[in-house]
């Protein structure tokens, strides 16, 4: 009874390790038939440090058919195979190499996997969600966007268009090596700004306020930075950040005191996106400020006023506001009767010595007031020829006096070259006989005789 009791267990086991068998040879089997990944954990990579050649079991997806549920003893199984498959050493087989991609929402995004010294291993391509996108060149996914672009042992390369946010994650590379092989590469979707728009405290500002703008930049990913400039200064602002989901908006404030000067300037945001190249939005400043006046003499032509002469002055105004309200007053005392005002300028047909004073031309507008005085100071009738006939007569003496000094210079600088060319100079006649002598023993002779004849010793002075 024993021994029969024992057989009948041996049998039982052997039973259970048979279909324990049927089942695993069953299971790897729709799995090279599906080729889709198989059960069990993976472990995904790192793009800074990742694990090329590590190997993990094909990652989970859909299942290609109804299979048969694993029993307890094959999970067990296939965790142990995983736990020691990421004990093996990893890092010089590895073959898989990828890049990081970073594009523009809307626009085109290519995925490469590309393979060292292929083997003709499968290549795969996964989906942040772990779904197949291409097994070899057959796309299991139906996204159409995934395009193939290439396809070899050594490259499994696809496109992928009109891209989107929701397509930003890691995109995993698979390679059917022993021991299998994964690498993930990460897509970075740009947004560029939606709208660049500047806004102002107040329209129109006076001169001498601050006026706030406040530049947006709606929408964007990653942040942008905002930039402000004004001719060719750049002006610094306040930014403030605020995060929608995925998107964000920056708003940068800038306070200006403004001037006259600055009516008109244009004053620029600036945005720096990765996503856009120049991207900029111009407000044109409004500036008011109080009239400038200046009195202009049109007449007389001269600066010099006599009597007799006609007098002409303009008022010139320049205002923001233009100013409406132009007036011509005497300091100090009453206007002439004889003067005649019309809007800006004023008349004097005949200057008299009456007529000295001070003369203001005032100009207004919403702003304020400003005025500008021009004194009148009227000379006798012949002042002007006076003064012109006495300056004639000084460059006449002047060009004589000119005339008489070079001709004495002249006449020293002759003098001086004769006297240095007649100092005067000695001739002694001695032994003048010794000239006339034919030899000589005649020349001494008479030499010697000369120098006993003292009168024949003479000196000439010229």
């Not at 299979?67 to 087989?93: E, I």
């Not at 092989?181 to 129109?204: D, G, S």
């Not at 005649?442 to 003292?454: D, V």
């Amino acid at each position: 009874m024993a021994s029969r009791s024992r057989s009948r267990t041996r049998t039982q086991e052997e039973r259970e390790r048979r279909r324990q068998q049927q089942q695993q040879q069953h299971h790897q089997q729709q799995q090279h038939h599906c080729y889709q990944p198989g059960l069990g954990p993976s472990a995904p990579s790192s793009s800074s440090s990742p694990p090329l050649g590590s190997p993990s079991p094909p990652a989970a997806s859909p299942p290609c058919g109804a299979l048969t549920p694993p029993s307890p003893s094959l999970v067990l199984l296939l965790l142990a195979a995983a736990a020691a498959a990421s004990l093996l050493p990893t890092g010089d087989g590895q073959n898989l190499v990828t890049e990081d991609v970073t594009v523009v929402e809307g626009e085109v995004a290519t995925i490469s996997c590309k393979v060292r010294n292929s083997d003709d291993s499968v290549i795969q391509l996964l989906n942040p969600n772990r779904q197949t996108i291409y097994f070899r060149d057959f796309r299991p996914l139906k996204d159409s966007r995934f395009q193939l672009v290439n396809f070899s042992s050594s490259e499994l390369r696809v496109s992928l268009t009109n891209v989107s946010i929701s397509d930003e994650g890691r995109y995993f590379c698979q390679l059917y090596t022993d021991p299998p092989q994964e690498y993930f590469m990460t897509i970075t979707v740009l947004v560029p700004p939606r709208n660049l728009r500047i806004e102002a405290q107040k329209e129109t500002t006076v001169e001498g306020e601050e006026i706030e703008l406040n530049c947006t930049s709606l929408a964007s990913r990653p942040p942008t930075v905002i930039r402000w400039f004004k001719g060719n200064k750049e002006l610094f602002g306040k930014t403030e950040e605020e995060q929608w989901s995925d998107m964000f908006t920056v708003t940068s404030r800038l306070s200006l005191k403004v001037k006259r000067e600055d009516d008109g300037v244009a004053v620029v945001c600036q945005v720096d996106h990765p996503a856009v190249k120049d991207l900029q939005t111009k407000y044109y400043l409004d500036v008011m400020y109080k009239p400038e006046v200046q009195v202009l003499q049109n007449s007389p032509a001269q600066p010099l006023t006599r009597e007799g002469d006609l007098l002409d002055l303009l008022c010139q105004v320049k205002g923001k506001p233009e100013p409406t309200d132009v007036s011509w007053l005497r300091v100090d005392d009453e206007m002439p009767q004889h003067v005649i005002v019309s809007g800006s300028n004023l008349h004097i047909n005949s200057l008299n010595k009456s007529d000295n004073g001070t003369y203001r031309c005032k100009a207004s507008n919403e702003v304020g007031m400003s005025f500008s005085d021009y004194t009148l100071y009227v000379y006798d009738s012949r002042a002007g020829e006076e003064s012109a006939i006495t300056a004639v007569d000084h460059a006449v003496i002047g060009g004589v006096v000119a005339v008489v000094v070079f001709a004495m210079l002249c006449l020293l600088i002759i003098l001086g070259r004769y006297f240095a060319r007649h100092k005067g100079t000695y001739f002694t006649h001695e032994a003048k006989g010794a000239d006339d002598a034919a030899d000589a023993d005649t020349a001494i002779i008479n030499a010697e005789g000369g120098q006993n004849n003292s009168e024949e010793k003479k000196e000439y002075f010229i």
